[in-house]
């Protein structure tokens, strides 16, 4: 496999100051391998649903070729619920609940044809089971990972434990300043590159993204989108687009490094015009080019 997904598989109920939808389709690793399978077809999916997860979604993923051996789909199980409320700025939100479910005895169990997985993604997930998965695999060429306030809060020395074992790690600001007990993002993204990552990266929502690897800083805007509908997923969509351009391109130089940020922020920006996995599912790889090269536009300028 050129990457490997672990995460979280979910139906979330989502509200924001213009509309609601109940039980869409979620999750970190829903969003992450929806959004590689548009740079590779050689991702194996780990993770857990209930037998109340709605098949078409299983098919969907299936006809992306994500690889779904690592799937275990327990009889007479709930899928992991979240909820989750935006606010009239559409940066802040507010989790209603988290019902975690199957979720809560998930065991991730890596098929032997998956362990040697060039990238490994760990969505976000329990730190224990992030170290659980890479306890399994042998070597990543690179090891991505997520994580979420609920995680920093529960399990905080756990995480700093798996931290030790990933070379990037991609976070939002909030969660940015939580993890490193730092309110200065700048400060908090090079003490996270003191506790194992090399590689930082910091979401900022409608504001964009900034890269950190030792002392370079690279900054990203988001895509100026004016009809926000749910930002829901959108940083796992990122993390999907960076891991896939990466895994396709097999380079992890700075350079190439930017252009996965670039291509990460550009499924992004279409994850948020609507609810949900439903822009991200019916992408063209004419548009996810076009979007990059406006980014390109969106940051040229000239000296004199
Ligand atoms: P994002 O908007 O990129 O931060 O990710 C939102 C997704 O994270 C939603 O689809 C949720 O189902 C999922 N999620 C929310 N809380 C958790 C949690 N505690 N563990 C794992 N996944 C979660």
């Given at each position: 496999m050129?990457?490997?997904?672990v995460?979280?598989?979910?139906?979330?109920?989502?509200e924001?100051p213009f509309s609601?939808?109940?039980?869409?389709?979620?999750?970190?690793?829903?969003?992450?391998s929806?959004s590689?399978?548009?740079?590779?077809?050689?991702?194996g999916?780990?993770g857990?649903?209930?037998?109340?997860f709605?098949?078409?979604?299983?098919s969907?993923?299936?006809?992306r070729?994500?690889?779904?051996?690592?799937l275990q789909?327990?009889?007479?199980g709930?899928?992991?619920?979240?909820?989750?409320?935006y606010?009239y700025?559409?940066?802040?939100?507010?989790?209603i609940?988290?019902?975690?479910?199957?979720?809560?005895?998930?065991?991730?169990?890596i098929?032997?044809?998956?362990?040697s997985?060039?990238?490994?993604?760990?969505?976000?997930?329990?730190?224990?089971?992030?170290?659980?998965?890479?306890?399994?695999?042998y070597?990543?060429?690179?090891?991505?990972a997520?994580?979420?306030?609920?995680?920093i809060?529960?399990?905080?020395?756990?995480l700093?434990?798996t931290?030790?074992?990933?070379?990037?790690?991609i976070v939002?600001?909030?969660?940015?300043?939580?993890?490193?007990?730092?309110?200065n993002l700048?400060?908090?993204?090079k003490?996270?590159?003191?506790?194992?990552?090399?590689?930082?990266i910091?979401?900022?929502g409608?504001h964009?993204?900034?890269?950190?690897?030792?002392?370079?800083?690279?900054?990203?805007?988001?895509?100026?989108?004016?009809a926000?509908?749910?930002?829901?997923?959108?940083?796992?969509?990122?993390?999907?687009?960076?891991?896939g351009?990466?895994?396709?391109?097999?380079?992890f130089?700075?350079?190439?490094?930017?252009?996965?940020v670039?291509?990460?922020?550009a499924i992004?920006?279409?994850?948020?015009?609507d609810?949900?996995?439903?822009?991200?599912?019916?992408?063209?790889?004419?548009?996810i080019?076009n979007r990059?090269?406006?980014f390109?536009?969106?940051?040229?300028?000239e000296?004199?």
């Open positions: 050129e990457l490997l997904v995460g979280s598989i979910a139906l979330d109920t989502i924001t609601r939808v109940d039980e869409t389709p979620g999750g970190s690793a829903l969003y992450i929806i590689a399978s548009y740079f590779t077809r050689s991702i999916l780990v857990v649903v209930g037998d109340d709605p098949e078409d979604v299983i969907e993923l299936q006809s070729g994500v690889n779904l051996k690592g789909i327990i009889p007479n709930k899928t992991f619920r979240w909820a989750g409320k606010h700025d559409m940066n802040t939100r507010e989790t609940y988290t019902q975690l479910n199957v979720f809560a005895d998930f065991n991730p169990v098929p032997d044809e998956f362990k997985s060039e990238i490994v993604c760990l969505g976000n997930i329990d730190p224990v089971l992030q170290m659980r998965v890479l306890d399994q695999v070597n990543p060429k690179l090891v991505i997520d994580t979420m306030n609920f995680w809060e529960r399990k905080y020395d756990e700093l434990e931290l030790k074992r990933v070379n990037v790690l939002n600001d909030a969660e940015a300043r939580q993890i490193a007990r730092e309110p700048i400060k908090a993204g003490k996270i590159l003191n506790l194992g990552p090399e590689i930082v910091i979401k900022k409608e964009g993204a900034v890269l950190m690897i030792d002392s370079i800083i690279f900054s990203a805007p988001a895509y100026p989108i004016e926000i509908q749910d930002p829901t997923g959108a940083g796992d969509t990122f993390a999907g687009g960076f891991a351009w990466l895994a396709k391109t097999k380079d130089s700075e350079k190439n490094l930017r252009r996965a670039i291509y990460g922020s992004a920006s279409f994850c948020v015009e609810f949900g996995i439903n822009r991200i599912k019916n992408l063209s790889w004419n548009e080019q990059f090269f406006a390109k536009e969106l940051t040229k300028f000296v004199d």
